[in-house]
Each structure stands twice: as structure tokens, then as C-alpha cells.
């Protein structure tokens, strides 16, 4: 199993950036996908994450700012990053949660380092 992150760089205060994650071996469909972040010195905390309905759940601090979607048939799950602030610098982290029997399975990817600057 691999999630593979993409997209994440250097950016402006009130810029934008979207990262792409690709997670293979992963029974995609009905997973539950989502994105954390870690910023320096501090835990990891959740981003946004999406079911296989649809239905999304957001951050306090991304709520308004940011939109998970994805894409099954590409087997894609992206974070739309827009009006950033400084405090967004963080590694961002791809996960899925697979549900296929016998037990759910829990993958991270490698993380995306986001750096925006004032």
C-alpha cells in the first residue's frame, strides 16, 4: 500500500495550493479518506476527511478555506487550499481508512511539506 501526496510547495499569504494524493492498493471506493497536518512542535490533527458518500467533515480552522473532494474513478483525493495563513505551514498527511473485511486498515502517506509565508 502507498498514498502518494502531491502538490504541496511554497506559497503567499491569501494564496492558494492543492494537493493531490493517489493511494495505491488501497480498496478505494469505499474508504474513508482524509488529510492531517502536523505543524512544528505540535500533533497531528486532522485537516478535512471524506466518506465514501461524499459527506465531509472539516477543521475549525479549514472550514471556509479549504474543500476535500475526490475522485473514484481516478482513485484520487484532493485538498483545495485557498486563502492560506502563515499558521497553515505544516507537513500535510494523505490517509485512508479501508473497511475491507476482516478488519478496517488504517494507511498514511508520506506527508507534503506546505510553507506559507506573510
Known amino acids: 500500500v502507498q498514498l502518494q501526496a502531491s502538490g504541496g510547495g511554497s506559497a503567499q499569504a491569501g494564496g492558494s495550493l492543492r494537493l493531490s494524493c493517489s493511494p495505491s492498493?488501497?480498496?478505494?471506493?469505499?474508504?474513508?479518506l482524509a488529510w492531517y497536518r502536523q505543524r512544528s512542535g505540535k500533533q497531528r490533527e486532522l485537516v478535512a476527511s471524506?466518506?465514501?458518500?461524499?459527506?465531509?467533515n472539516y477543521s475549525d480552522s479549514a472550514k471556509g478555506r479549504f474543500t476535500i473532494s475526490r475522485d473514484n474513478a481516478k482513485e484520487m483525493v484532493y485538498l483545495q487550499m485557498n486563502s492560506l495563513r502563515p499558521e497553515d505551514t505544516a507537513v500535510y498527511y494523505c490517509?485512508?481508512?479501508?473497511?475491507?473485511?476482516?478488519?478496517?486498515?488504517?494507511?498514511w502517506g508520506q506527508g507534503t511539506l506546505v510553507t506559507v509565508s506573510s
Open positions: 490517509h485512508a481508512n479501508d473497511p475491507s473485511p476482516p478488519s478496517p486498515h488504517l494507511y
Open positions: 492498493g488501497v480498496f478505494f471506493s469505499p474508504s474513508t
Open positions: 471524506i466518506t465514501s458518500d461524499g459527506l465531509t
